[in-house]
């Protein structure tokens, strides 16, 4: 069993920059393709980025150059540094893992383990 937790929200304005990380314990880091979702109320979880086991990384379009995801195999964690950020960027995010190598990135329910969320808001 794989568990996830995410640090790193806060409340920043608009054009600020935050850096999430998600620290992994229970599996075999390096093996696992790790994600960032996020969600708002009232709305399904929607793909931020994924950062795979062998190297690609995806990005959805609506956060592509300003957004930059990482991973660091012998710390056990992956980052996410936000930049040029928005209010639309205001969200929980999650942080996820999945075992699975094919492709939908994208695809929510693929990824087999979740963390608790970490919040971002930010103001205009």
């Known amino acids: 069993q794989v568990q996830l937790v995410e640090s790193g929200g806060g409340l920043v304005q608009a054009g600020g920059s935050l850096k999430l990380s998600c620290v992994a314990s229970?599996?075999?880091?390096?093996?696992?393709?790790m994600g960032w979702f996020r969600q708002t109320p009232g709305k399904e979880r929607e793909f931020v980025s994924a950062?795979?086991?062998?190297?690609?990384?995806f990005y959805d379009n609506s956060v592509k150059g300003r957004f930059t995801a990482s991973r660091d195999n012998a710390k056990n964690t992956v980052s996410l540094q936000m930049n040029s950020l928005r209010p639309e960027d205001t969200a929980i995010y999650y942080c996820?893992?999945?075992?699975?190598?094919?492709?939908?990135?994208?695809?929510?329910?693929?990824?087999?383990?979740w963390g608790k969320g970490t919040n971002v808001t930010v103001s205009s």
């Open positions: 950062i795979t086991w062998s190297g690609p990384i």
């Open positions: 996820a893992a999945r075992t699975y190598d094919g492709s939908s990135w994208y695809d929510s329910t693929l990824y087999a383990f």
């Open positions: 229970g599996g075999v880091f390096n093996h696992l393709n």
